[in-house]
């Protein structure tokens, strides 16, 4: 299925000014209402969803910022914007999440008398309601878009939704149990806390650079291995400048023979498609397979070696100029790297006394 871009079609946009309306919504009754039943757990699931208007205007803002065009000063774009605008998000709800949960374990020693009314319980029912429809809208627009933005409003909505039916649920007992309001409030602060740490772990791994992930590895891989001149692929680089936009990189193999023009055109057909259904900025770089009898030894040699997963651009010089091989290994083996690389240049100065200059790269493909 042809995937929509997030940024043409305006759904970001769309589902973040339903988010803030909602929220808004539901905030202001559940803080009233919380402080008329003296509820901390009521008020404090008010707060949380001030706390999810406040992180839809912001994250408007950052999905604004990160569409700015390429720049002079930002020649790559404006785009892991979002992601900073995310840890921002993220801090705020962290703070508010730490103040209620010290409230919340105050309470539990001087508990109130809460009581719910039919008002406050029937609120929490419409609530609950309410965020279940934008849960369903959040599932639609991931399925079209398959972008990350969604994801995580679909799996707040759903914390919420846990909050409110816990509270109102718990909300039967707080007669004969008055600290159980207390302890209701701590298990809502508690959600917000981890509410807080996903959204930093989510943000600040891509800012950092973090692993490729497995479905943007697949979707690469497919599309460059779809085409009749590729032999094999190595080398794959993929950086997500924002949530629903990828740049990669990528070597391939294809026969020594074959001419720019033979490929060219076929490989413009992949990386346009990529770029048109899935927001992806591949580059791919061209390396004639190997085929003469000494690289060729010399690549099944390295290939040998413990933690060795892949040799490429092996090129051996002439006259003292240096020579050159690329060697992947597995995240697993990096620890391992300069053992591999000693083996590395044993095998290779046995088979072609040079100065080699290893290059020594982790590979996700």
Not at 52 to 61: P, Q
Not at 306 to 325: K, R, Y
Request: glycine content about 4%; some cysteine.
């Amino acid at each position: 299925m042809e995937k929509t871009n997030i940024k043409d079609n305006k759904i970001g946009e769309r589902v973040g000014i339903i988010s803030i309306v909602l929220n808004l919504l539901l905030s202001v009754p559940k803080m009233i209402l919380g402080g008329i039943t003296n509820s901390v757990a009521l008020f404090t699931d008010g707060v949380n969803n001030a706390s999810d208007c406040l992180t839809g205007v912001i994250t408007l803002v950052g999905m604004k910022a990160s569409k700015k065009p390429r720049d002079i000063d930002h020649p790559y774009g404006h785009e892991k914007a979002e992601y900073i605008t995310g840890f921002i998000i993220a801090l705020l709800t962290a703070v508010v999440g730490f103040e209620f949960l010290t409230t919340s374990i105050k309470s539990i020693f001087n508990p109130r008398d809460a009581s719910l009314d039919t008002i406050s319980r029937i609120f929490l029912a419409i609530s609950m309601l309410l965020k279940a429809i934008f849960v369903e809208i959040n599932q639609r627009a991931f399925k079209k878009t398959q972008s990350t933005v969604f994801k995580a409003n679909k799996e707040d909505a759903s914390i919420d939704i846990a909050i409110s039916a816990f509270i109102l649920i718990s909300s039967y007992f707080f007669v004969k149990y008055p600290w159980l309001d207390a302890f209701a409030g701590i298990v809502v602060s508690l959600l917000i806390l981890y509410n807080a740490f996903s959204t930093v772990k989510d943000t600040i791994s891509p800012i950092l650079g973090e692993a490729p992930r497995r479905e943007d590895i697949k979707l690469i891989r497919e599309a460059v291995l779809s085409s009749k001149y590729v032999s094999s692929l190595h080398n794959l680089y993929v950086d997500r400048r924002s949530m629903d936009s990828i740049f990669a990189t990528v070597d391939v193999e294809v026969e020594p023979e074959l001419t720019i023009g033979e490929v060219h055109d076929d490989f413009e057909r992949i990386t346009a498609t990529l770029r048109r259904d899935h927001n992806v900025e591949l580059v791919i770089h061209i390396e004639p397979k190997t085929l003469d009898e000494k690289r060729t030894n010399i690549k099944k040699k390295l290939l040998n070696l413990t933690g060795v997963l892949g040799v490429s651009d092996i090129l051996i010089g002439t006259e003292g100029e240096d020579s050159f091989v690329t060697i992947s290994i597995t995240p697993q083996n990096l620890e391992h790297k300069d053992d591999i690389k000693k083996e590395c240049l044993e095998i290779l100065n046995e088979e072609e006394k040079s100065n080699w200059i290893v290059d020594i790269i982790v590979s996700f493909s």
